[in-house]
């Protein structure tokens, strides 16, 4: 839910921060202002905001509160610590703070290059479902000199211009991850627009340019990269092309970046990892598969009930289909779905599960799992055969990091 300025003051501490932030802001206040931290002194600082006369200084004051709040969240915290690691005081500072809307908030107002990090690194988790990973081959150090990082920028200006005309000025950011990872931050201009808007009390178009964001995340360790960028797949090629090219220093072939076609045939027999057992898992199932016919005219999705009671859905179409069973008639398996169930808590019926999904053109969900368990998933899928030891990100390095959120079977079905 988007938290508004007023939500962020009813939840932050009437402290310095705040007083700091409000005052640099251009704010007055009357010398026998009661600055107590109770709800009272909040709800006050709400009404003398709303109804400060000059309309530039309130309009700063509510935009910064906006800002701040988009770390205000669990995955914002753990951006948070991240950007900060290799800062103690900073890093002392936000473990006092009382929750993660006030962690954000001081950071914003105290270290606003660590929150523009941590923005950073809270936008790829974000959107990592929408990101494409290619296996470069190349496990060397990025580059960080002057020279690489403008190289790199050239490059990507040259691609804009050519195919939208635009893209003139290009920013980027190297940052070093606490997994182990650099994250490679790019912002270029966009094509001018006149957009209608108001300046104060006034209604007026305003040009501006809005900004391409853009992130590739690599593992020197696997030689893998993660790109998210807006476009199809000549974008995502174009960028892991020019961070190979110029903060790698090796000239990648194509064929190389595009994204790894996965072998799914291995779940026609179901899911079996013996270490999963060894890691707390008492069930594991084939949830969901997709398959293509051999001529690729008809696609068929099976799935498996909760009355199935974790049968695996590749033995029910056996059963279903004892004479036509397209498992056995060389049909491709496209995707899938596998659940891991845990044993059910003391008192409970319903075993929490994990749900992983997988499909042939390289897709997974892994991103939603804390560092630990996506570690261990992605090492069930490298000894069934789907993913290869190089195709992984992360190193298998544990993290520090929140227990993933684990759901019901029958929240699962509700929600296909």
Known sequence: ?????????????????????????????????????????????????????????????????????????????????????????????LIGCQSDIHRAFWLFVHHMDLFEQAAEMEYVDSHTQHAQQHDLGIKVTVRRDPASMAAFGDAIKGFYQKELGCGEVCVAHLLDRTQGTQLVTVHAKDLAMMRLEFDGTTLQRRVGSPNIHMTLEYSDATGVVRTLIRGGAKYHEMLAHAFALHLLGVDVAAQRIKPPTLDLSTLKLGFQVPQAAADGFVSLQVKSITLMSPDTHLKAEFTAMASSQHECVTELIAEKFEHDNPLARHWLVTAATINLYYAPPPGKQRSPVVTVEVTRRGRLNLHKFDEKLRAQLEGYLVQIGILQEKQTLSAQADMAGERPELVDERAIEQGQ
């Open 1 to 93: 839910m988007k938290l508004t300025y007023a939500d962020a003051l009813l939840n932050l501490p009437v402290d310095a921060t705040l007083r700091t932030y409000l005052q640099n802001q251009g704010m007055v206040f009357p010398p026998d202002f009661d600055w107590t931290d109770d709800p009272a002194t909040s709800n006050r600082l709400i009404e003398a905001i709303q109804t400060y006369p000059d309309i530039g200084v309130r309009d700063k004051v509510v935009a910064g509160l906006h800002v701040s709040t988009q770390l205000a969240h669990p995955r914002g915290k753990q951006a948070m610590f991240q950007a900060t690691s290799a800062n103690g005081a900073a890093l002392v500072s």
